[in-house]
């Protein structure tokens, strides 16, 4: 939870993205969501570090935060705007 709240207050909306990496298990839901709706769900990437934690955990997680459309934006839609795909 620390890393969670240093997250909120020293990253979240500045200019970068995040990735969604290593959250299973590891980052209590609530603030997996909170720091997506304050980020915002456009800087944010579809990653994981298997094998720690599969693609299929990492989307379990997504899966549970009932983010609507913005799923899409984080899976892959991000990724093929940045890489110009």
Excluded: Q
């Excluded at 570090?49 to 693609?55: A, Y």
Aim: with cysteine; charged share 25%; aromatic share 10%.
């Amino acid at each position: 939870v620390d890393s969670a709240e240093g997250v909120i207050k020293h990253l979240v909306g500045k200019n970068i993205y995040f990735d969604t990496s290593f959250g299973y298990g590891t980052i209590p839901k609530y603030y997996a969501k909170k720091i997506i709706e304050l980020h915002g769900p456009d800087k944010m990437l579809f990653g994981t570090d298997t094998p720690w934690h599969t693609p299929d955990m990492e989307m379990r997680l997504l899966n549970s935060l009932c983010l609507g459309d913005d799923i899409e934006k984080i899976t892959h839609k991000n990724a093929e705007k940045l890489l110009s795909i």
